[in-house]
């Protein structure tokens, strides 16, 4: 039996490419007021060949017995299985017969129908396990609609325009895809190495989120602590500023204090030297009137003398009725007139004299006071 019915569908699949082939195609009508199988006219074809090929007695239906060989002797699922079981139940349902309109509605009703591009590759990757046709179906866009050509295995389709040579891929595509039309999207898979990896990828985040955080803590105290250390720093070199600025201040005023200290002894030296000419000067000025000074108390004398002497003589001549010629009054007259007025001459110039000796002497005094005044308070500055 089992021979039987492969020997038909392969009949079958090789009557239609040989129709394919030379154009002679039998027209299938779509269902009528149906404006996706209008649209999509090939995938309703595809849908009625794949029918056919379930329907081994060719009445028009597919019946129990008909989609429990193929279960069974195509996709290799055993009667009892659990996916053979779900899979039997998902195809048929409460429909003991499946007619093409029946597959046709159950198909664009579909979850498989709706899927994408990316869901096809998807399919493609992980459940069929032909990653190398991955670019061919993104470039030719494959998606949900297109997957009953695949189970129809339309030679040209799989071979001219998808690019799939190789007989045993073409196979394995093949049964995939009617798979997926007749029974659905298949479960996925619990791939305990994905687990695991998961796991371990779990793992390793949690303590990398665990190392990153006490690295982060680390971080921030340690930043903390280098925040306070320069803060600390600053305030350390502010004071270090502050105390190089008054240091140059002091050293500037030292050496302002040392300049006029120097200057002031040098002021002083030369004060000092000139009140000691001023000095000499004065004492021998001084000396120089004290002498004059002499000399006139001893003209005075000598003048009182010779009043004297001329009073004598004035009452000797009264007393001898003695009167001097006119002539020589007149020189006695005029020789004590220049006398007096050489006499007042000196008088003055040695009163004047002494009085700018005395007012040298002053000056003397109150500068040497003044420089005494400003040695000490420089001294003290300097202290």
Request: some cysteine; hydrophobic content about 35%; aromatic content about 8%.
């Amino acid at each position: 039996m089992k021979v039987y019915h492969l020997g038909i569908i392969c009949l079958t699949a090789a009557l239609q490419c040989l129709c394919i082939d030379r154009g002679n195609k039998p027209k299938i009508e779509c269902p009528r007021g149906d404006g996706i199988c209008d649209k999509d006219r090939l995938g309703y074809e595809a849908i009625a060949y794949v029918h056919s090929k379930l329907d081994d007695d060719k009445d028009g239906n597919v019946d129990l017995s008909e989609s429990d060989e193929f279960l069974r002797d195509e996709l290799q699922y055993n009667n009892g299985g659990e996916d053979g079981t779900d899979r039997h139940t998902s195809f048929h349902g409460n429909d003991q017969k499946i007619s093409v309109e029946d597959l046709w509605r159950q198909w664009k009703h579909s979850e498989v129908y709706n899927w994408t591009v990316d869901d096809v590759v998807e399919w493609l990757v992980y459940n069929v396990d032909l990653p190398q046709y991955e670019d061919n179906f993104r470039v030719n866009a494959v998606d949900g609609t297109v997957l009953p050509r695949l189970a129809a295995n339309n030679n040209h389709y799989l071979s001219g325009i998808i690019g799939i040579k190789v007989p045993v891929e073409k196979r394995k595509l093949n049964l995939k895809a009617m798979d997926v039309v007749l029974f659905g999207s298949p479960k996925k898979r619990h791939n305990f190495v994905k687990d695991i990896a998961l796991l371990v990828s779990v793992v390793i985040a949690v303590l990398g989120c665990c190392y990153a955080y006490m690295q982060q803590k680390q971080s921030k105290a340690h930043l903390k602590k280098m925040i306070q250390d320069l803060d600390n720093l600053q305030q350390a070199e502010d004071a270090l500023t502050d105390m190089q600025a008054k240091l140059d201040l002091a050293q500037m005023e030292q050496k302002t204090l040392t300049e006029e200290k120097e200057r002031l002894e040098t002021q002083t030296k030369e004060e000092i030297l000139t009140a000691k000419h001023e000095a000499e000067r004065l004492h021998m000025t001084r000396a120089k009137t004290e002498n004059e000074i002499t000399r006139l108390k001893m003209a005075e004398e000598e003048l009182v003398q010779v009043r004297s002497a001329l009073r004598k003589a004035e009452k000797e001549i009264e007393r001898k009725n003695w009167s001097a010629p006119t002539q020589l009054q007149k020189w006695l007259q005029l020789t004590y007139e220049i006398e007096l007025i050489h006499y007042n001459d000196k008088k003055t110039i040695a009163e004047k004299q002494l009085h700018n000796a005395k007012e040298a002497c002053e000056r003397l005094r109150k500068k040497a006071a003044r420089l005494y005044g400003i040695f000490a308070c420089g001294t003290q500055q300097f202290y």
